[in-house]
C-alpha cells in the first residue's frame, strides 16, 4: 500500500459491561449515593470525562498519522446502539425489587433512606429495550464529533453525493440510533427536507412506501 494513504478502522463498542461507577465524582451533588453500587454499560461520559464538560470535544492529536505523508483515505467505524431503556424482562424485575424495597427494607444506611424518599419506578413495559432520548443524543453528538475528527471523510460533500454509507440491524433501538448519527449530520450541515428523507431511504435500503417503525418515510 503507498503510504500515502492512511486506512482507519474506528471500533467503538460503546458496551463495557461491568464497567464501576467510580468513574463518577463524589463531589457531583446530582449523583446519587447508590451509584457505586452499580455498573454501567459504558457511557461515553465515563469513558471520556472530558465529555462533561464540552461533549462535541475531540483530541486530534490522539489520531496522528504515522507518517507526515500519509492522509486519511477510509474510515470504517463500528457502532453500537445507543443508550436504551431496559427490556421488559428487567422492567418486571426492578418492579418486584422496588415493592420489595417499600414495603420490606429497614435500616439507617443513607442510601437505603435515599431509596425509600426519592425512588420512583417510572419504568413501563412498553419501553422494553426501546432507545432513549439520551441515546438518540449519544449517536448526534457521536456524529458530530467524528466529522469534526475527520473533516476530509465525513463531509456535507459526501453525505449529499451518497458516499457515506449506513448499515444498520433490523432491531429498533439499532435502526433508530443509526438514523439518530444521520440526524446529528444533516442538522450540522443544515440539511432538510426531502434531501434527508433520500438520504435515510438510501440509507437503509428502503423504499418511499415503506416505514421505519411506523415512520412513513416520504
Known amino acids: 500500500m503507498s503510504p500515502n494513504f ?4 474506528v471500533a467503538l463498542l460503546i458496551n463495557i459491561t461491568g464497567f464501576y461507577c467510580c468513574l463518577y465524582s463524589e ?6 449515593v447508590i451509584a457505586k453500587y452499580f455498573t454501567t454499560k459504558g457511557r ?16 486530534r492529536s490522539a489520531l496522528k498519522p504515522p507518517s507526515p505523508q500519509c492522509r486519511e483515505a477510509h474510515l470504517t467505524a463500528v457502532i453500537r446502539h ?7 424482562k428487567n422492567i418486571q424485575k426492578m418492579r418486584r425489587l422496588y415493592g420489595l424495597v417499600e ?27 426501546r432507545l432513549a432520548m439520551k441515546g438518540v443524543s449519544d449517536h448526534k453528538h457521536l456524529a458530530v464529533r467524528l466529522s469534526k475528527l475527520f473533516p476530509s471523510l465525513l463531509t456535507e460533500e459526501k ?25 446529528g449530520l444533516t442538522e ?8 434527508v428523507a433520500l438520504l435515510t431511504l438510501t440509507a437503509l435500503g428502503l423504499t418511499t412506501s415503506q416505514s421505519v417503525h411506523g415512520t412513513k418515510l416520504e
Request: with cysteine.
Open 44 to 59: 461515553y461520559e465515563e469513558v471520556n470525562p472530558h465529555l462533561r464538560d464540552d461533549i462535541l470535544f475531540v483530541n
Open 103 to 129: 414495603s420490606r427494607a429497614s435500616g439507617e444506611e443513607s442510601w437505603l433512606r435515599e431509596i425509600q424518599s426519592q425512588w420512583t419506578m417510572w419504568y413501563t413495559d412498553d419501553m422494553d429495550g
Open 27 to 32: 463531589e457531583d451533588p446530582d449523583i446519587p
Open 159 to 183: 453525505l449529499r453525493a451518497g458516499q457515506v454509507n449506513f448499515m444498520t440491524s433490523s432491531k429498533h433501538r439499532c435502526v433508530n440510533s443509526t438514523l439518530s448519527f444521520m440526524a
Open 188 to 195: 450540522q450541515w443544515a440539511i432538510r427536507g426531502r434531501t
Open 6 to 9: 492512511w486506512i482507519l478502522v
Open 82 to 88: 445507543g443508550t436504551r431503556y431496559p427490556t421488559i
